[in-house]
């Protein structure tokens, strides 16, 4: 059992923190300094009165308090986060909690005024979109000058078409990595979003197969290209170049003797014409872009091979951070077709 003097000072002292005691119905019948100090309402303007008029008028019409209090009679305990109103009629951003009090009756409500991060959280919101929007434009506008340059230049349309792809490739990596605030990108959005352009109703040209992953920004973009490339060449001179060829995509997570997150990524082709090797010091785009960004010029290791069978590219990638694996099914490989 606590020290009644305890719980006192503690209450007393917790003035970030609304603490009220409430009857079944919802009347409150204890408020804590931290209540008044975060509502603005002393105690003997509010005990004996419903705890609704603590909510928004929207929220009452809609019967969240009462919800409430269902909820926390029958699970024990309800938890939300909302905008409430304080005795000057200003809102505040708050994350509660309305508990049983074991066998007791009364239920207790415990709330924390968290109004500096929300609005903290949608400034950043503000320019990050803000953001988006200018690079999204820049990346339109770059693409329209490049194009018209190009074609006022006398530049092979097939040329102007090959730049203008790839950066539509960038603009899909930016696209994944805006719709996850910039936080990362999951592996398997990329995959889908640089495999559809090349997919056609009723045919299956790609196997894919592996568990989730988050990618930082810095490694989602170079990879988004590195597929970008790959599909490419596999359609002009690879297994996309004949009907019956297709592409195995798999990649898995591991720890390596240094307790370093790693992925592999195996692209590998099947079904097409014998690829043929370029030589030593003709690499093309492609070969050095994977080189660049995940091979020994970035900060992964890669393999590119040209078996009879088809291309294989295998891609060693350093997933430094905790948020690199996904918690939900880590160990659970997903399996499947792009789409």
């Not at 991060?117 to 990050?128: M, V, Y």
Request: charged fraction near 25%; charge should be negative.
């Amino acid at each position: 059992m606590i020290d009644p003097d305890l719980a006192y000072l503690i209450l007393k002292n917790a003035r970030d923190y609304a603490v009220l005691t409430l009857t079944p119905e919802g009347l409150i019948i204890a408020w804590s300094p931290g209540a008044e100090h975060v509502f603005g309402f002393p105690a003997d303007e509010v005990v004996g009165r419903s705890f609704e008029e603590l909510f928004l008028e929207s929220d009452v019409a809609a019967g969240t308090p009462q919800a409430e209090l269902r909820l926390a009679l029958s699970q024990g305990r309800a938890e939300d986060t909302r905008w409430h109103r304080r005795k000057d009629g200003s809102r505040f951003w708050a994350n509660g909690v309305t508990m049983r009090l074991g066998d007791r009756p009364e239920l207790i409500k415990v709330l924390r005024d968290e109004t500096a991060a929300k609005l903290a959280e949608d400034q950043r919101i503000l320019l990050l979109n803000e953001l988006n929007h200018r690079i999204k434009n820049t990346l339109v506008t770059v693409q329209s000058i490049v194009e018209q340059t190009l074609r006022a230049q006398g530049v092979a349309l097939s040329t102007r078409r090959v730049l203008t792809d790839r950066l539509i490739a960038l603009a899909e990596a930016h696209n994944v990595l805006v719709n996850d605030n910039w936080a990362g990108a999951d592996l398997h959005t990329i995959v889908e979003r640089a495999l559809a352009p090349h997919l056609q109703d009723g045919e299956d040209r790609f196997e894919v197969d592996g568990p989730r992953v988050l990618l930082s920004p810095q490694q989602a973009v170079p990879l988004s290209l590195v597929l970008h490339e790959l599909t490419t060449n596999a359609l002009k001179h690879g297994a996309l170049s004949v009907a019956g060829g297709r592409v195995n995509l798999s990649w898995n997570l591991a720890h390596d003797g240094m307790g370093l997150r790693r992925m592999t990524l195996l692209w590998a082709e099947c079904g097409g014409p014998m690829p043929i090797a370029p030589p030593p010091g003709h690499d093309g785009f492609g070969m050095r872009l994977i080189a660049r960004s995940f091979g020994r010029e970035g900060d992964g290791l890669t393999q590119i091979e040209f078996p009879p069978e088809g291309v294989r590219c295998v891609i060693h990638v350093p997933l430094a951070t905790e948020e690199s694996f996904s918690i939900l099914d880590l160990g659970a490989a997903h399996r499947g077709h792009a789409s």
